[in-house]
């Protein structure tokens, strides 16, 4: 009888692991997000990173791409152990408490405006604007500024609106395809898992819905010579966001 049980066991860890890798499979390679259009909507041409459509694509899948082990696939079958009371829970009663589930520690709430590098999207341009220097953004002229975020330098920042609803970055130009998408996908990755939801996905702009605003990812790839990844912070007047100078990139975002 305890063989049978055993067996039993055996095929049902096996159907539920190979279940696992399939949906893993599927998450990984399910779908691609075309690129571009950008914000000109343009054709790149025939080179690295052309499609018929439009030009290109960048996957949204590789936000994935920075760990080198799928994490979800080993909590899945860590719980499934747990349960069952097998693997490396063999003789431990199986768990019968409700399983938790963390929220990252920066998920925003509705009760605070968004704010970009710590500065909450409120109040005058000009105070905005002095709160951007303060944080080591120098002033360009034409209310913009200029200044290192997430680990680019020279990022161009552009308020808008007074007071301030939206905060725009513009990247630096990359010109190698390659790259560019490298870039794009990485902040996808980093957005996604700092704000612990995945982006609402048209083409080449990924939108974060978020309780107090929106974040939108996009490109500018008319020309080659002006490519580069754009980002967008969009109040709906209601987050508090912690950043910093000298800190990991993703702090910024």
Known sequence: MQNLLKKLLRLVITVAVIFLAVRWCSKQFGSVIT???????GTVGSGKGSSEESGGWFSPKKQNDRSTV???????????ERELGIGKYKGQKPSTQPQT??????????S????????PLTGSSSAFGSALVKAGFKNAGNGTYTGDFAGYSNCKVTPTGNPVQEVRVDFPVISDWDALEKAYDNLQADLTRKYGIDPIVNRNLAVYNLPNGTISLDADVTNQSSWHVILKYAN????????GLGRNPIDDL
């Open 35 to 41: 690129l571009p259009g950008g914000s000109g909507g």
């Open 70 to 80: 799928n994490e979800d696939l080993i909590e899945d079958v860590e719980d499934l």
């Open 101 to 110: 589930t963390q929220t990252p520690s920066t998920t925003t709430t509705a």
């Open 112 to 119: 605070a405006p968004l704010a970009f590098k710590g500065i």
């Open 236 to 243: 709906a007047a209601t987050t508090t966001s912690t950043g």
